[in-house]
Nanobody, 127 residues
Framework: QVHLAESGGGSVEAGGSLRLSCAVSGFPPNRLCMAWFRQAPGKEREVVASHNGLGSTTDYADSVKGRFTIALDNDHDSLGLQMVSLTPEDTGVYYC????????????????????WGQGTQVTVSS
């Protein structure tokens, strides 16, 4: 079973940066589609970015393109999300999700595809 644990959330002012990390255990990340989702109060959970360990294909929501970067960390045991130029609209609980994959390509953006989830980490951006 894949176990995920997020860290790195916090509070920053608009324009600031944060780096989230999702520690992975139970399965090698290079065989996983992994994604970061976020959920703001009163809103549905939405995909932020994804990374396919087979081929390293990445995908980003339009709202974060050019500001967020998803990548496996050097130890290849965790998935990082570097966030810069943060805005109040980036506020929410950020979740890491994963599914075992059999091929390269863009990971799904659907929440119901992913059977493995972390507990979430809060990101708050003040104006």
């Amino acid at each position: 079973q894949v176990h995920l644990a997020e860290s790195g959330g916090g509070s920053v002012e608009a324009g600031g940066s944060l780096r989230l990390s999702c520690a992975v255990s139970g399965f090698p990340p290079n065989r996983l589609c992994m994604a970061w989702f976020r959920q703001a109060p009163g809103k549905e959970r939405e995909v932020v970015a994804s990374h396919n360990g087979l081929g390293s294909t990445t995908d980003y929501a339009d709202s974060v393109k050019g500001r967020f970067t998803i990548a496996l960390d050097n130890d290849h045991d965790s998935l990082g999300l570097q966030m810069v130029s943060l805005t109040p609209e980036d506020t929410g609980v950020y979740y890491c999700a994963a599914i075992i994959v059999g091929g390269a390509g863009v990971c799904s953006r659907r929440t119901d595809v992913y059977p493995n989830w972390g507990q979430g980490t809060q990101v708050t951006v003040s104006s």
